[in-house]
């Protein structure tokens, strides 16, 4: 009898095998197995409701030790996290402690620390990583793609020359080279 798939036993491979007509011939692909991503596909502890008591992340994280919460930096009214499904490595997002969902509702205060904010996420992510670009922005709205639309965040991607490929196109699968830890630490290392 064939020998079981060691890394997938319920895999095509496996069940090939089991049927007795060996193993399947391979087909020259690498498997990058990512199941951690499986929470963020299928939804789970994603928020519902659409107030600050109803499981928001962005109001759960505050309470969070730094290392826990992923937070880089605190600040009055503000606060720059980390990207628990980042699109780079570094992906972070600028969060207002009060629990909003437009930009028109943030107050001067608000709107004055997150530029400053997203300004000194550019600069750590320059020094800490030689980011050679940027896609800032916010998704206002599920319409907009907000994967959490009832709390206002701002996104800072850093982007480098040649870090798209075909991963997330063919396989939806993006690969990071470091740990979301590794990456905190580095960057509150270098927050000016």
């Not at 503000?78 to 028109?104: E, I, K, Q, T």
């Not at 998704?139 to 870090?163: E, F, K, S, T, Y």
Request: hydrophobic fraction near 35%; charge should be negative; include cysteine.
């Amino acid at each position: 009898m064939p020998e079981e798939d060691p890394v997938c036993p319920g895999s095509y491979a496996a069940r090939y095998a089991r049927s007795g007509r060996g193993r399947v011939p391979p087909d020259n692909f690498e498997r990058l197995w990512t199941p951690h991503r499986m929470a963020y596909i299928k939804g789970e502890n994603k928020p519902t409701g659409t107030g600050p008591g109803d499981g928001c992340p962005f109001d759960a994280i505050p309470k969070m030790t730094d290392e826990e919460g992923l937070i880089v930096k605190r600040g009055q009214v503000v606060y720059a996290v980390l990207n628990l499904y980042p699109y780079n490595s570094g992906h972070l997002m600028v969060v207002p402690y009060r629990h909003v969902s437009d930009y028109d509702e943030l107050d001067a205060a608000e709107v004055a620390e997150l530029g400053d904010f997203t300004q000194r996420s550019l600069r750590a992510l320059r020094k800490a990583s030689g980011a050679q670009g940027f896609n800032v922005g916010m998704n206002l709205g599920h319409v907009a793609g907000a994967g959490i639309a009832a709390h206002l965040h701002q996104h800072v991607v850093p982007r480098w020359g040649g870090d798209t490929n075909f991963m997330p196109v063919v396989a939806q699968t993006k690969v990071l080279p470091q740990l979301l830890r590794d990456t905190r630490q580095l960057l509150a290392d270098a927050w000016d």
